[in-house]
């Protein structure tokens, strides 16, 4: 059995409950909160697609990433509170997120024939967009440009996912090394406030 | 003769027009008001198009949009301090828009083969997204969450819509229907100011 | 041998540039100076083709559009202090880059079969709609709505394009005669501080 499918629904399912509470602390109906969390569920998956013109969209022509997406969304309307104590429950699972879409990303984009480098970017598009979007919408200074190291673990984990592939390490293996490697940086990086230099 | 047409190019007359009126306030040239009216009147067709991969796009296909985005421009150029006296006549137009708009991304979405649960986002989006992207581009709190009820009134008319069509309703009376739906929860919501509950 | 095709490298080159040196001032690190140059030179492009449905999108398909924007990004990253104390270089590269990118622009969309009238637009969005994203994502007002003249140069430089096109005038004249009205109109404009009036 396949464990792309399963992964990709969990993360979708994952984006979503955290866009939806991303709008908690304003003037945001429940409406609000779940377009929010519709918007950063699909976002990054959508960009990379239309990106590639690789069509239909994912969400478009699998209902079951729909229902991932209902699914989060309501369990964030259910237990906002209770989630939000969750914060660091939360965090997990957005850094397993992006782990997730970033292989699943490269993966996508590969088996469309692009190179490898753009197969790259689009890992950390389809794993950072979704939340770009929302911030970007909610007038917000996007994650993407905040202090910690964030989209630069999913693009290093993307390319040393490439890499492995191209030495020949088998497909599970270099799933389980790669994904890894995005989530440890990510973390490593908020535990110990490490972050990029800046440019000045 | 079908009523689709001329409703189409009627709402995307009327979205240039709210479109260029909405920078009037800011620091915009005519240029940037102009600009600023042709994203809002492009934005929610061409996103719901390119999200299902419809080409080519309404307004690139058919000149006699571009017309009608140039008509209500020019509009706004002319008679900007007569038409924002009419700022209750511009809300009425845009709830008109928001009403057609929704029916038609639902139809235009079913035409193509998507699931009901697809159609009526894609409704919604295309009544909505055009305002979100035109918002965004002037950093303005997109209209879609600010109080009053406003999206999801586009999203109720376009389950409505798809539910009285599976139940078989003719047509013409669903579109009138669901239409009339849309505007009178937006009109009622405005009137006496109800909005959703919020998340906390 | 084809002018179009270097010219379209360098216009990407400068615009990366551009795009990571416009967020030295805010709190961004290394990588987000990277990413906004990224998108600051696939944004306009991608737009255009995107909404013609013309894939796949030229920087996917043509590594060479990936190495220019790395260049500019390493360029901006090695030297960006000396990039900025030439302020003025960097304004006139930009200026050729919306001069270039607009005649490209048109040239790309007439070239797909759409109206001139589609094909002005397209080369103007080629030319200012990555500024446009970059400002965006940033929260900055777009460049666009600020005071100087802009998107409006390059819109006149497409339509004399086109006319002069319809006339018969050789291509590469008119490449040339179009490209520095695009140019001329954006200098003028900024040293004698030129506005389009505005709406009120």
Redesign the interface.
């Known amino acids: 059995m396949d464990i792309q499918y399963p992964l990709e629904l969990v993360g979708t399912f994952v984006f979503a409950i955290s866009g939806?509470?991303a709008?908690?602390d304003?003037?945001?109906?429940?409406?609000?909160?779940g377009?929010t969390g519709?918007i950063t569920a699909i976002g990054g998956g959508?960009l990379r697609d239309?990106?590639?013109?690789a069509?239909?969209?994912v969400w478009?022509g699998d209902?079951n990433f729909?229902y991932a997406i209902f699914a989060g969304i309501l369990l964030?309307?259910i237990f906002?509170s209770a989630l939000l104590k969750l914060r660091k429950t939360m965090f997990l699972f957005d850094t397993l997120g992006i782990g997730f879409f970033t292989v699943l990303g490269v993966e996508k984009a590969m088996s469309l024939g692009?190179?490898p480098?753009?197969a790259a970017?689009m890992g950390m598009f389809s794993a950072v967009m979704g939340g770009?979007i929302r911030d970007?919408?909610?007038?917000e200074?996007?994650i993407?440009?905040?202090?910690e190291?964030y989209?630069?673990a999913c693009?290093a984990g993307a390319i040393l996912y490439l890499v492995l592939n191209y030495f020949g390490l088998a497909r599970d293996y270099n799933m389980l090394i790669s994904i890894s490697t995005v989530i440890s940086i990510r973390l490593i990086a908020v535990r110990y406030k490490l972050?990029?230099?800046?440019?000045?």
Chains 1, 2, 3 share one sequence.
């Open positions: 939806a509470l709008v908690r304003r003037e945001h109906d429940l409406f609000g909160a377009f519709f959508s239309i990106l590639l013109g069509y239909p969209l478009i209902v729909l964030a309307f906002p692009v190179r480098e753009i970017i770009v970007t919408l909610t007038n200074i996007p993407l440009f905040r202090k190291i989209a630069s693009l972050s990029l230099p800046r440019l000045d």
